[in-house]
């Protein structure tokens, strides 16, 4: 079979040593290029800006020759996604001092959300076993392209066809390309270094249309490492913020001898804002997770009794990026604690983590952490990281604006019972516990704004059925507590009954949404 074109322009990093850069937006192009059928352009230069050395903490790059690697490249994706831009890439000053680009801005990026990367085997020659060479067949096929280091060496080549010999290639890696297709007819007699079978993958390189813009790597070269690729992006809105504490820097993953463990970030919103989706980063292939929201005591310390799932929990399939919706509104303000639980099949449970893990890696990023921003939590408690080697968790938060909309209290019960008089709690009362079926078909089918409608014309039903004897309260997502000053159980009856028929004429909130989006709709 074969697979893939030459039709896509071909950029040039040169003079500059920026392959990591190019790379990157290259597998980011193809990805969107690959889901939309059309021709994305995304800029290197805006990327390349938010490396920028601003203080002693954080990216440290200060020249464009410095450097890169793959960790920082996905993680900027995921941090902050690929945007188009009219600045030019920069081919005259290798110094890294132009003003940095702010990522909060009007414009939509292309961020990925979830990102794979690749578990490296090789057979005992060190050539790509089949597995391997078929993961990254299919990888491409599915998202338009996978991101590959390799040792680049004109001896290896022979017109546009590249395979080295050499087993100790890998120790040596000196490029960054992206593999957009492959045949696995590809002749052998055109390599130098001529292997034992046909089959080669098509790599775009990124110095020009002239030197070697489109080349072949043959399946059995010794060089190359296929590392990531994009499973799936989004574009983002205008009212849409990322947190990362971590800028979007990853060490290695933290192993925790412990089948079991939470990763908790605590992240500063600035202002009111609907908690969206989770990503985060880890090499626990096998292991179950869940996403949990994490109530702060008035201390700021981490109320564990009061953690609540909000996502669906999922099995890790591949060492990487995930990002998970949040299957429920939650609006707050102020300071808001995200917990990944990870359960292992194994006996240590890892989670990405900021940090450097030699020497190279030092002179990229310092990490930084303060106390009260990021906790492990196991059968011992909750422990806070600010003290260890590694600094905060690669857990990143998504949330969109929401000023407009009340915040959900974490303690709804308590509330209500401050809602209760004196005179009342000497009286009977009863409650009701209501939760909306097909509350997630709206949200999924017609998004959160549609979403919120819903929950506002139900909390509307609910209050006009209440009346003067009782009150409504949200106890989170799609659920509703229903206080009555009377506990007869023919009130409550009739009640239930008021809320069922007012529903019922409402026909789903049909008219309301179409109103809302401003076309016909088919209910879920």
Not at 1 to 12: E, I, R
Not at 111 to 126: G, L, P
Not at 319 to 342: D, L, N, R
Request: glycine share 8%; hydrophobic share 30%.
């Amino acid at each position: 079979s074969s697979y893939g074109s030459t039709s896509k322009a071909v950029k040039n990093q040169l003079p500059w040593g920026t392959c990591w850069i190019f790379s990157a937006i290259g597998t980011m192009e193809y990805t969107a290029d690959k889901k939309e059928s059309s021709d994305h352009i995304f800029s290197e230069e805006e990327m390349l800006r938010s490396f920028t050395k601003k203080s002693n903490v954080g990216w440290q790059l200060t020249n464009k020759n410095d450097g890169g690697n793959e960790e920082m490249s996905a993680g900027y994706l995921v941090s902050h996604g690929a945007v188009s831009s009219d600045i030019p890439y920069d081919t005259k000053n290798v110094l890294m001092e132009l003003t940095y680009i702010s990522h909060e801005q009007s414009q939509s990026a292309y961020r990925a959300t979830d990102i794979k990367f690749f578990q490296k085997n090789y057979n005992q020659d060190q050539t790509l076993t089949d597995n391997y060479i078929n993961e990254v067949k299919q990888a491409v096929y599915n998202n338009g392209s996978v991101l590959t280091l390799a040792n680049w060496n004109y001896l290896y080549i022979k017109g546009n066809s590249m395979n080295s010999f050499n087993s100790n290639a890998r120790d040596n890696l000196n490029h960054a390309v992206v593999i957009v297709g492959w045949d696995d007819n590809y002749d052998k007699s055109n390599f130098l270094q001529k292997p034992k079978n046909n089959g080669a993958f098509l790599v775009r390189n990124s110095w020009g249309t002239n030197d070697h813009g489109y080349y072949w790597v043959s399946y059995e070269d010794k060089s190359i490492v296929p590392t990531y690729t994009i499973q799936d992006y989004e574009k983002t809105a205008s009212n849409e913020r990322i947190y990362n504490l971590e800028e979007g820097a990853l060490c290695s993953t933290v192993a925790i001898n412990k089948k079991t463990a939470g990763f908790v970030n605590i992240f500063s919103l600035n202002g009111k804002e609907q908690l969206d989706k989770i990503s985060f980063y880890t090499s626990d292939v096998g292991a179950e997770y869940q996403i949990y929201y994490v109530p702060l005591d008035q201390n700021g310390n981490l109320d564990l009794n009061g953690m609540k799932a909000i996502s669906e929990s999922g099995t890790v399939n591949y060492e990487g990026y995930y990002t998970k919706q949040i299957k429920s509104p939650i609006i707050k303000q102020g300071k808001v604690a995200i917990m990944v639980v990870i359960k292992s099949s194994g006996k240590n449970t890892s989670m990405g983590a900021e940090g450097t893990y030699d020497t190279a890696s030092a002179k990229y990023y310092v990490p930084s952490i303060s106390k009260g921003e990021s906790y492990l939590v196991t059968d011992y408690g909750s422990q806070d990281s600010y003290k260890e080697n590694y600094a905060n968790w690669t857990i990143k938060l998504t949330t969109r604006n929401a000023n407009d909309k009340s915040v959900t209290q974490d303690n709804k019960i308590q509330n209500i019972k401050k809602e209760i008089t004196e005179k009342d709690q000497k009286k009977s009362f009863a409650l009701m516990f209501i939760d909306l079926d097909n509350f997630k078909g709206y949200n999924d089918t017609f998004g959160h704004d549609v979403g919120d409608l819903i929950l506002k014309e139900m909390a509307g039903i609910f209050r006009e059925v209440c009346g003067r004897e009782g009150f409504v309260s949200r106890s989170g997502g799609d659920e509703f507590i229903v206080f009555i000053k009377n506990n007869r159980k023919q009130t409550l009856e009739k009640k239930a009954k008021q809320i069922y028929e007012r529903i019922a004429e409402r026909d789903g909130f049909k008219k309301e949404i179409e109103r809302d989006l401003g076309r016909t709709i088919t209910l879920p």
